[in-house]
């Protein structure tokens, strides 16, 4: 097949095949038949109580799906908060998989400023399989705790990037 110009067309629920390769690595899916780009507004929501509200101008986050594989980045600023305790969960535009042994689980890359009094360095963010949102934690000496949300406040930034299995 040899384009000169234009576009390929593949017909709907059709893709691209790539089983004449063998199955060599235990693929279980050997069609490429999704490809999407576009924005979504995000949210930012407590896992305890209180609010978190985001400049209408700084809420939306871009996203790249091919196949099975999202790739999402953004930054978001607060424009209020109310009382936050707990967990800061940032929305996702797709549901991660749900597969054997959480290899879903997916951590993500983030910059956090404008806190409270913690130390920026101190966040880490991570999504678990089967769900759409990005958990903001903060890091202790040996583990992570949840009460990150209570660090937020007006005109903090957030700028993420994270790639993740969808479902």
Known sequence: LTLTDGNLVVANGHGIDFSAAGNESGMSSELLDDYEEGAYDATVTCSGSGTITLHTG????????????????????????????????????????????????????????????????????????????????????VSPVNDSANQIQANTNMVFSITYRTA
């Open 58 to 141: 700084f809420n939306s986050a871009s996203y790249t799906k091919v196949g099975n594989l999202v790739h999402v980045s953004g930054l978001l600023n607060v424009a209020s908060v109310s009382s936050p305790v707990g967990i800061a969960i940032i929305s996702l535009p797709f549901t991660s998989a749900n597969l054997e042994e959480r290899r879903a689980d997916s951590a993500a890359v983030i910059y956090v400023t404008g806190v409270a009094s913690n130390n920026i360095a101190d966040f880490l963010a991570t999504t678990n399989e089967n769900t759409a949102t990005l958990n903001l934690q903060l890091g202790d000496t």
